[in-house]
């Protein structure tokens, strides 16, 4: 016999219902939104790439390579595959191979899916969304700083006053070799209080040890050596320049000289957007960026600078989702309510009239059972979240007219003519 034993989603990855769809739809419109107003067009890269690209493009010992990706081995051709767990390396995969800065720099962002497999808990789940923003072939301070006042735009535009921003620097290559050593000899020196992960670190990439959620390791690392003092001249000036042109905008931030991101591939400027609530618990980070001048070449490209950042979209509207309630647009316009069967088949023609001049319009549809009493299909009616109930019964069938009852505002119903109904919806809804 066929089992029937019912199926649950995989373990950290959300279900979004109808209702929670809605407010991520509001949000992404906002987003969008936004982002044009800042010049960045849409590009979308396959949800799975070679695993290679994600070993490389993120950088081994990282959370993300050594114990996050999902990967598997495509069982028809063997080729080893891992679900995006960030967009950026494979964005930069796809502008490679399109040559698509070959005319010059590009302001491109991507959103969706992406997947982590780690251990689910508030704000923290294995598939999750972020939306990515990827500035390729900029060199400019002027753009790292543009990146982070385009997001204070933003949340002032989604009502977040409560977030920090917080900024380092890695320098270059060179700076971070030199203190790469001072890292080593530091923790080395110290040994007896790493913890696993932090041993297994140690000489490959010291300075993701700086990145440790381990608290007994805390006061280890705030006296670990600073990247900032193996700056040269060129780095300190142009990380001097981020903060004036912050400054000059009034953006306030810190400089925490430990932020050193999750990722490997970053240079120069670091950054992250921490909500000061708890309400994310110790998921505090909605955002990180930062420039990986590097990646580019690092994958097989030319050399091109570039700068961007990911917001984590589950932890954006946990924060958001109370403001963005106070305007949700109604699901539909009209829900059409009617009784016995020549309201129905006017009722049916009525709802098509209506949604040919741009009209969202539910039809009460329940024909089996019969369409049910006036009262009960108010209660959907009210439940679709319309705005204007149109009701046909016997009587308005009879006088060729509707009634049309205001479901949001507590206005007076009224009986109209027929061929007024939609002029007069038209009115009240679009205001034309
Ligand atoms: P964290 O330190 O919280 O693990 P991260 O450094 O791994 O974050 P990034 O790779 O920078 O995160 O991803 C950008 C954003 O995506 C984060 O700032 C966060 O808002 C969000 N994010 C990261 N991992 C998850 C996850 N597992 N579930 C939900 N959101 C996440
Ligand atoms: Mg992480």
Redesign the pocket.
Known sequence: MMSTEKFTAVKGMNDILPDDAALWEQLEEILRGWLKSYGYRNMRAPILEKTGLFARGIGAFT??VEKEMFSFVDRLNGDDLTLR??FTAGVVRAAIESNLTYNGPQRVYSMGP?F?H?RPQK????Q?H?LSVESLGFAGADMDAELMVMLRDLWDELGLTDVRLELNTLGVAAERAAHREALIAYFEAHAELLDEDARRRLHGNPLRIL?T?NPAMQDLVNGAPRLVDYLGAESSARFAHVQRLLSDVGIAFTVNPRLV???DYYSHTVF?WIVNSDTLGS?G?????GRYDGLTELLGGKATPAVGF???L???LLLTQDYLKQDLAPACDVYVLHQGELAARAAFASAHQLRQIGLSVVLHCDAAQGAGSFKSQMKKADASGAAYAVILGEDEVANRTVTIKPLRDGAEQVTIDAAQAATYLMQKIAGV
């Open positions: 959370d993300v767990t960030e992406v982590r780690e704000g923290r789940y294995r999750f972020q990145d959620k991101r999750g990722l992250e998921q980070t909605i955002c990180g960026g990911a917001i984590g589950e932890r954006l």
